[in-house]
């Protein structure tokens, strides 16, 4: 089992929706970093967190460090956020990312 | 203008050559990385240097050496390339390391996309 579980694998949406994608980990952590994989294989890092709540644009991700979850929301959802959305961690006392399969995103017009 | 660059962005050989992969970052940051990212698109760690020293140094065959000339730079060879190692392989970088600072973000270069015959 990884240390790090995202879900769902993949996610179809239409343009407008709401979308959440969430990531829960099993070691306790010193932060956790969301990143964007555009179709062309570009990474893009959105965020990194180690409590509450952060906001960018139309992207939220919050985190519970209690319960080791994380979540990824994406409002009024746009074809051009069709990527795949990685999350890793940092476990604490360590440099290394422990990252998540990812989570493919797909938004029709 | 580029953060993090890598040459080259494709390399296609033959089993058993030597190959390297050059990785440049103009951000100043005292952190970097190579990652490597297989046909499942799964990221791993394999190394980090900081300031040009090695701090993470993961269960990689020893066919792989990390040269960090200066903070600026590191690069990657492999020696006697196998099937396995087609992969796409990313740097990154970051302004210092966890351990000391609790972390910072991330910044990855286009990745080298290395296929073995």
């Known amino acids: 089992k990884n240390e790090v579980e995202q879900s769902p694998q993949n996610l179809t949406a239409q343009e407008g929706e709401f979308i959440t994608i969430n990531c829960s980990y099993s070691v306790g952590i010193s932060a956790l970093h969301w990143l964007q994989q555009h179709p062309g294989g570009g990474i893009v890092s959105l965020f990194m967190l180690s409590s509450g709540k952060k906001k960018h644009g139309r992207l939220i991700a919050t985190i519970n460090i209690q319960e080791k979850h994380s979540s990824l929301h994406i409002t009024a959802s746009h074809p051009r956020d069709s990527a795949v959305y990685i999350c890793a961690v940092r476990p604490g006392g360590s440099e290394k990312l422990v990252f998540g399969k990812g989570t493919k995103l797909t938004v029709n017009p | 203008d580029t953060a993090v660059s890598q040459t080259p962005k494709y390399l296609v050989t033959q089993m058993g050559n030597d190959k390297s992969i050059k990785c440049e970052q103009n951000l100043g940051h005292d952190t970097m990385y190579w990652y490597k990212q297989d046909s499942k698109k799964f990221l791993k760690i394999m190394f980090s240097y900081n300031n040009k020293e090695l701090i993470i140094n993961e269960t990689v065959p020893n066919r792989f050496s990390p040269k960090s000339p200066d903070k600026a730079h590191l690069n990657l060879h492999i020696n006697s390339l196998e099937l396995g190692d087609s992969a796409v392989y990313f740097c990154?970088?970051?302004?210092?390391?966890?351990?000391?600072?609790?972390?910072?973000?991330?910044?990855f270069g286009p990745g080298t996309r290395l296929t073995v015959l």
């Open positions: 990154a970088s970051s302004l210092g390391g966890a351990v000391t600072s609790g972390g910072y973000e991330q910044f």
